[in-house]
């Protein structure tokens, strides 16, 4: 009878008001699905769009094309810092608008990358067939080679990784066309998000970089401390260190843009004492870190190595698994010249300033340890701009009318 049929029971025990009330928002919900894949994951040549997002058609090919944020940038909080960084989503937000110099999926060479832009952790979250598309058009043949169900690599390895694999040239610039999980300026899809570089919003002058955002509570620059005499930042293990800045005279607590991982932040510092934060102390904030890290081999075109998923707390080394500590944590200098010993006070041009740091375990060097090296065998301009896979999750929720069901769009 009626009374044995799903719809029936809602009824009976809802009533019809809060029933049929329940029923529109699962409607308007569908009707507002997170469209912010056309073009990345689906649309012309590439697949269907998801329920609610029309007919798929071809991608935008100019204005400001992925400039706006669909659910605006929240920028996290940290009462108590030191505090772990999001894994995935927003662990700050941009506060400058920057020009693309490319085309990159959904924008334009020329078009505009709006302020409020989330920026993000160095993670992708996996690669599945929900992506062959998109990694057939790298010129990867084979989509199922690099399939990674788990995510957790930080994008520049994961690119590596890609590279090796798939035997091709990646990222790489063909026309005025760019061909990267993200763009030369660091972030990708409508819903605008960065992982790196940064690059269209500030200039590769003067002397210490300008502010492009702020992650909890903390400005964050671009990465030079002194461009003009040619000084990058020492940092901690979040990706902060204490100085001026063009904001201010007095030494305060800021991060930096940095070309390897964590390229934006690996923590929310300070230390609890204000001071720096140490490799040890970092990776104190995450289960995913030290003990009892995901350690995974990863085959790259320079070997193999040894890398901890999800853990965003790297090394002297840059590894994530090895124990060097960070030359910031020991000396009083804030920069260094590239290619001198960070740490040694050998550039004259060195600037210095007092700081304390907080570390709760020793941290020798493990010699046995494979750890990542820089990929010095591409182009400088390819390197400083390469920023790797994440295809970065968000959770949309579908209210309906029995309850509610958590669904996930698209992890990108």
Same mark, same amino acid.
């Given at each position: ?6 719809? /029936? ?38 697949? &269907? ?6 007919? =798929? ?23 108590? &810092? ?17 020009? @693309?110099?490319?085309?990159? +999926? ?17 993670? @992708? ?33 994961? +690119? ?19 061909? =990267? ?65 063009? +904001? ?48 995974? /081999? ?16 790297? #090394? ?8 060097? @500590? ?6 009083? #200098? ?7 010993? &960070? ?14 740091? @907080? ?6 060097? #493990? ?5 990542? +090296? ?35 769009? #698209?992890?990108?």
């Amino acid at each position: 009878g009626a009374s044995n049929r799903p719809w /029936s029971r809602v009824f009976h025990r809802m009533g019809p008001l809060r029933a049929w009330t329940l029923a529109a928002l699962a409607v308007s919900k569908v009707l507002g699905q997170d469209c912010s894949g056309h073009g990345v994951t689906w649309g012309e040549g590439i697949g &269907p769009p998801p329920t609610g997002c029309g007919g =798929g058609g071809p991608p935008p090919t100019g204005g400001t094309g992925g400039g706006t944020s669909t659910d605006g940038c929240v920028n996290p909080t940290c009462a108590s &810092p030191p505090c772990a960084a999001p894994l995935l989503g927003d662990v700050g937000c941009t506060t400058v608008a920057g020009t @693309e110099t490319l085309a990159h +999926e959904m924008i334009a060479a020329g078009g505009t990358i709006a302020a409020n832009a989330h920026i993000f952790g160095p993670f @992708e979250a996996g690669f599945t067939s929900q992506q062959d598309n998109i990694i057939t058009n790298w010129g990867c043949t084979t989509p199922s080679l690099v399939y990674d169900t788990e995510g957790g690599k930080d994008i520049g390895i994961a +690119e590596r990784h890609v590279a090796h694999t798939c035997d091709i040239e990646f990222p790489r610039t063909v026309g005025n066309t760019y061909f =990267g999980v993200v763009g030369p300026c660091g972030g990708h899809t409508g819903d605008y998000h960065f992982h790196r570089s940064f690059a269209c919003l500030y200039a590769a002058s003067g002397g210490h970089s300008t502010k492009v955002g702020v992650v909890a509570g903390h400005d964050m620059y671009g990465k030079w401390e002194d461009f003009d005499n040619n000084l990058l930042p020492l940092l901690d293990a979040c990706g902060a260190h204490i100085g001026p800045t063009p +904001e201010s005279s007095t030494p305060v607590y800021h991060y930096h843009v940095q070309d390897q991982a964590p390229f934006t932040v690996g923590c929310h510092g300070p230390s609890s004492s204000g001071g720096l934060v140490s490799l040890a102390v970092c990776r104190s904030l995450y289960s995913n870190c030290g003990g009892n890290a995901d350690v995974i /081999s990863v085959t790259l075109k320079t070997g193999t190595v040894q890398y901890a998923r999800f853990c965003p707390c790297f #090394d002297a080394t840059g590894s994530n698994v090895g124990t060097q @500590e960070l030359p910031a944590l020991s000396t009083s #200098d804030i920069s260094y010249t590239p290619g001198s010993s &960070p740490g040694t006070s050998d550039s004259t041009d060195s600037t210095s300033t007092t700081t304390t740091s @907080e570390s709760t375990a020793s941290t020798s060097t #493990d010699s046995t340890t494979t750890v990542l +090296e820089a990929d010095t065998s591409a182009s400088t301009s390819r390197a400083t701009v390469m920023s790797g896979s994440f295809l970065s999750s968000k959770v949309g929720w579908v209210l309906t009318a029995a309850g509610c069901l958590a669904t996930v769009p #698209d992890p990108r």
